[in-house]
């Protein structure tokens, strides 16, 4: 997909790389002609000096001979010439031009008498001579002169030399130049492809990283606008993959991606482009897909998740989320259809997890109402429409009423009653649900201070704490000024958390719970058995009691399977010490069943419903045993 951009950066720089050199060979050029000229001209003025001197010698030695018009006399000063071999010719004349005496080697023409120019002391350079004339005085009149031409071939030798030699470095210095920059330009282009490669590679798994991901999906997508067909977009999300984080290491955590992303490839198509995009999120983008392809890919993965995985020592369990939506379908651009892509995917999450969904508009709509559900939610807490539920916790041994648990209801104006189900997911993905949870444990505590303040004794309550709040450093605080406040005593109130808050740090989780038990608070592992349902793993957690999820307690008796997990946890939660609370319990004959197996407490619409704290009163005022003395053993 990059080939294209690649060449094109290829060719440009090749086209730069010429120009580069050849501004280095123009900028050599002229640095070189430049020197050249001066060079040039240096010479010549040696030169000049040269023979002005030698014409000076003769001038002053030939003084006499040219007062005397002695030709022999001047013929023997000129002869001392022949030790100079650039000096081809000379001549000395008298006043009137006439030749007195010349000197000329082999094969050199005659000196004549010197032009106009040259009467005077002067010189004048031709193509290959330089002619230099100096007056010979007496008594400061001039009574002739001495000509002299000197051949310019040594000085253009030299200059040749000169610039041989110039070329010869210059010409090394661009060889050497070219050699060190292609060095550096290679060393520079590996760190490029690094730096690359760094940018678009995820370094745990080698696959394509975000950035790489919204590249290839754009490049998909615009193949698509230009010559038709479809994509697919798969967003995928590991469901307990922060566990294995938090419980095993980071250093598990980095295998597990590694061999998850493994398996992945084995299971997609040549073409399909694996993606990590985040922690434990992958993409994968599918070219050409038919309607149902995105299903299928989905399914593939689905069931290649399924067997487990050795990580070290350890054999993990790994299921996953699948989000689908399909380009030009399901989105005209690429945020929509990976917002899309998003909102199938915690669709799909929201079905219970290891589950594939397709994104179709009703999601959409929901994804919408859940928005305003949330703004709605936010006008909520300050208009006071959230109210306190409290549902009954009855003691099997002796029928009577050991505590309350506190449940959330929205009093909305328009739509009535709505259930914590619908709301508190809102409220914890919001965040919300850390002021929300404050209320809830202001309230519940206060409501236990009207009730003591009533005379209708000592009572305790349960409340539910979400992920969120455990996350929130002032939670200790909050909780111990709602019990200060309100005169309660940290005995009364028990914190139910579910396994899925328990694993979400477990380290911080366990110190949190460990300051909370030491503070007199109880502690209660709620829907115990939908999640990691270990109880060995539960010991190392400070708790009190598990409460078991109504899911097991609905099919008994009669279902099997539900009553050998129900009659397991209560006797492995008794063996460490544990107490045992049963949720959901409707019929005399589940609370049978419960009570054989010896179970502690129960709590369900057998007994009572939740109900708002004014008839909760009454039922205190009558003080009566919720299970008949009859029932029990
Ligand atoms: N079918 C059936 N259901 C029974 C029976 N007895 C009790 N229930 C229901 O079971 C749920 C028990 O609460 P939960 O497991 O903590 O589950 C709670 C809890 O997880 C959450 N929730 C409620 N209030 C709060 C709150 O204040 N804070 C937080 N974080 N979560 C809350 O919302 C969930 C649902 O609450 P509710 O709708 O009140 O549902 C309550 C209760 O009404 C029965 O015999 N049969």
């Given at each position: 997909?990059s080939?294209?951009?690649?060449a094109?950066?290829g060719r440009?720089?090749?086209?730069?790389?010429l120009?580069?050199l050849?501004?280095a060979?123009a900028a050599?050029?002229?640095?070189g002609?430049?020197?050249?000229?001066?060079q040039?001209l240096s010479?010549?003025?040696a030169?000049?000096?040269?023979?002005s001197?030698?014409?000076?010698i003769i001038s002053?030695n030939?003084?006499?001979?040219?007062l005397?018009?002695d030709s022999?006399?001047?013929g023997?000063?000129?002869a001392?010439?022949s030790a100079?071999?650039?000096?081809?010719?000379a001549a000395?004349?008298d006043?009137?031009?006439?030749?007195?005496?010349?000197y000329q080697?082999e094969?050199?023409s005659?000196?004549s008498t010197?032009?106009?120019?040259?009467?005077?002391d002067g010189?004048?350079?031709g193509?290959r001579?330089?002619?230099?004339?100096?007056?010979?005085?007496?008594?400061k009149?001039?009574?002739?002169?001495v000509v002299?031409r000197?051949?310019?071939?040594?000085?253009?030798?030299?200059?040749?030399a000169?610039?041989?030699?110039?070329?010869?470095v210059?010409?090394?210095?661009?060889g050497i130049a070219?050699?060190?920059?292609?060095?550096m330009r290679?060393?520079i282009?590996r760190?490029?492809a690094?730096?690359?490669?760094?940018?678009h590679?995820?370094?745990i798994?080698g696959?394509?990283?975000?950035?790489?991901?919204?590249e290839?999906?754009?490049f998909?997508?615009?193949?698509?606008?230009q010559h038709?067909?479809?994509?697919?977009l798969?967003?995928?999300?590991?469901?307990?993959?922060?566990?294995?984080?938090?419980?095993?290491g980071?250093?598990?955590g980095?295998i597990l991606?590694?061999?998850?992303a493994?398996?992945l490839?084995e299971?997609?198509?040549s073409?399909?482009?694996?993606c990590?995009?985040?922690?434990?999120?992958?993409?994968?983008?599918?070219?050409s897909?038919?309607?149902?392809d995105?299903e299928?890919a989905?399914?593939r993965?689905?069931?290649a998740?399924?067997a487990p995985?050795?990580v070290?020592v350890?054999?993990?369990?790994v299921?996953?989320?699948?989000?689908?939506?399909?380009?030009?379908?399901?989105?005209?651009?690429?945020?929509t259809?990976?917002?899309?892509?998003?909102t199938a995917?915690?669709q799909?999450?929201?079905?219970?997890?290891?589950?594939y969904?397709?994104f179709?508009?009703?999601?959409d709509?929901?994804?919408?109402?859940r928005?305003s559900?949330?703004?709605?939610?936010?006008?909520?807490?300050?208009?006071?429409?959230?109210?306190l539920?409290?549902?009954?916790?009855?003691?099997?041994?002796?029928?009577?009423?050991v505590g309350?648990?506190?449940?959330?209801?929205?009093?909305?104006?328009?739509?009535?009653?709505?259930?914590?189900a619908e709301?508190i997911?809102?409220?914890?993905?919001?965040g919300?649900?850390?002021?929300?949870g404050?209320?809830?444990?202001?309230t519940?505590?206060?409501q236990?201070a009207l009730?003591r303040?009533?005379?209708l004794?000592?009572?305790?309550?349960?409340v539910?704490?979400?992920?969120?709040?455990t996350?929130?450093?002032?939670?200790?605080?909050?909780?111990l000024?709602?019990l200060?406040?309100n005169?309660?005593?940290p005995g009364?109130?028990?914190?139910e958390?579910?396994?899925?808050?328990?694993?979400?740090?477990v380290k911080?989780?366990?110190?949190?719970?460990?300051?909370?038990?030491t503070e007199?608070i109880?502690?209660?592992?709620?829907?115990f058995?939908t999640g990691?349902?270990s109880?060995a793993y539960l010991?190392?957690?400070p708790?009190?009691?598990v409460?078991?999820d109504?899911t097991f307690?609905?099919?008994?008796?009669?279902?099997?399977?539900?009553?050998?997990?129900?009659s397991?946890?209560?006797?492995?939660?008794?063996?460490?010490?544990?107490?045992?609370?049963?949720?959901g319990v409707?019929t005399?004959?589940?609370?049978?069943?419960?009570?054989?197996?010896?179970?502690?407490v129960?709590?369900?619409y057998?007994?009572?419903?939740?109900r708002?704290?004014?008839?909760?009163s009454a039922?205190?005022?009558?003080?009566?045993?919720l299970?008949?003395?009859?029932?029990?053993p």
């Amino acid at each position: 997909m990059s080939a294209q951009p690649v060449a094109g950066q290829g060719r440009i720089g090749h086209w730069m790389n010429l120009a580069n050199l050849a501004t280095a060979v123009a900028a050599l050029l002229v640095a070189g002609v430049l020197l050249i000229v001066f060079q040039f001209l240096s010479l010549r003025n040696a030169m000049v000096e040269d023979v002005s001197v030698q014409a000076r010698i003769i001038s002053e030695n030939s003084v006499a001979a040219v007062l005397f018009h002695d030709s022999r006399a001047s013929g023997e000063t000129l002869a001392v010439l022949s030790a100079s071999p650039s000096i081809e010719a000379a001549a000395i004349f008298d006043v009137n031009g006439t030749v007195l005496a010349s000197y000329q080697r082999e094969d050199a023409s005659k000196v004549s008498t010197p032009g106009p120019g040259l009467i005077e002391d002067g010189h004048r350079f031709g193509l290959r001579h330089l002619l230099l004339a100096r007056r010979v005085e007496a008594e400061k009149r001039g009574i002739g002169h001495v000509v002299l031409r000197a051949n310019l071939t040594q000085l253009y030798g030299r200059l040749g030399a000169y610039a041989g030699m110039m070329l010869a470095v210059a010409i090394g210095s661009l060889g050497i130049a070219y050699l060190l920059v292609s060095r550096m330009r290679k060393v520079i282009k590996r760190a490029e492809a690094h730096l690359d490669y760094l940018a678009h590679i995820d370094s745990i798994t080698g696959l394509p990283n975000r950035h790489a991901f919204n590249e290839r999906l754009a490049f998909a997508l615009s193949r698509v606008d230009q010559h038709g067909g479809s994509v697919g977009l798969l967003l995928l999300d590991l469901d307990n993959f922060k566990i294995v984080n938090d419980t095993l290491g980071h250093h598990s955590g980095d295998i597990l991606l590694k061999v998850v992303a493994r398996r992945l490839l084995e299971c997609l198509r040549s073409g399909d482009v694996l993606c990590r995009i985040g922690g434990d999120e992958f993409a994968v983008i599918l070219e050409s897909v038919g309607a149902s392809d995105g299903e299928g890919a989905a399914e593939r993965i689905l069931a290649a998740l399924t067997a487990p995985f050795d990580v070290d020592v350890h054999e993990i369990y790994v299921t996953a989320s699948v989000g689908i939506s399909r380009y030009p379908a399901d989105a005209r651009d690429l945020e929509t259809l990976t917002r899309n892509a998003d909102t199938a995917m915690y669709q799909a999450k929201g079905k219970g997890k290891n589950a594939y969904e397709k994104f179709h508009p009703e999601l959409d709509r929901r994804v919408r109402n859940r928005l305003s559900l949330e703004t709605n939610l936010r006008k909520a807490m300050e208009r006071g429409e959230l109210l306190l539920y409290y549902q009954p916790q009855v003691s099997l041994h002796d029928g009577r009423l050991v505590g309350l648990e506190a449940l959330l209801r929205w009093n909305h104006p328009e739509t009535g009653l709505i259930s914590p189900a619908e709301f508190i997911p809102v409220a914890e993905d919001s965040g919300m649900i850390v002021p929300i949870g404050r209320w809830v444990l202001r309230t519940a505590c206060r409501q236990v201070a009207l009730w003591r303040e009533a005379g209708l004794g000592t009572i305790n309550v349960s409340v539910n704490l979400s992920v969120r709040q455990t996350r929130d450093p002032h939670l200790l605080r909050d909780i111990l000024d709602a019990l200060h406040d309100n005169g309660v005593s940290p005995g009364q109130l028990e914190l139910e958390i579910t396994e899925s808050v328990l694993m979400d740090n477990v380290k911080v989780n366990v110190e949190l719970l460990e300051r909370l038990q030491t503070e007199g608070i109880r502690l209660s592992i709620d829907d115990f058995g939908t999640g990691y349902s270990s109880m060995a793993y539960l010991k190392r957690f400070p708790i009190d009691q598990v409460k078991i999820d109504r899911t097991f307690v609905r099919d008994i008796p009669g279902n099997g399977d539900d009553e050998a997990i129900t009659s397991a946890i209560i006797a492995m939660a008794h063996s460490l010490g544990l107490s045992v609370v049963a949720e959901g319990v409707e019929t005399a004959a589940q609370l049978d069943f419960l009570r054989s197996a010896g179970c502690d407490v129960m709590q369900g619409y057998y007994f009572a419903e939740p109900r708002p704290a004014e008839q909760v009163s009454a039922l205190l005022t009558r003080r009566m045993p919720l299970v008949e003395r009859s029932e029990m053993p």
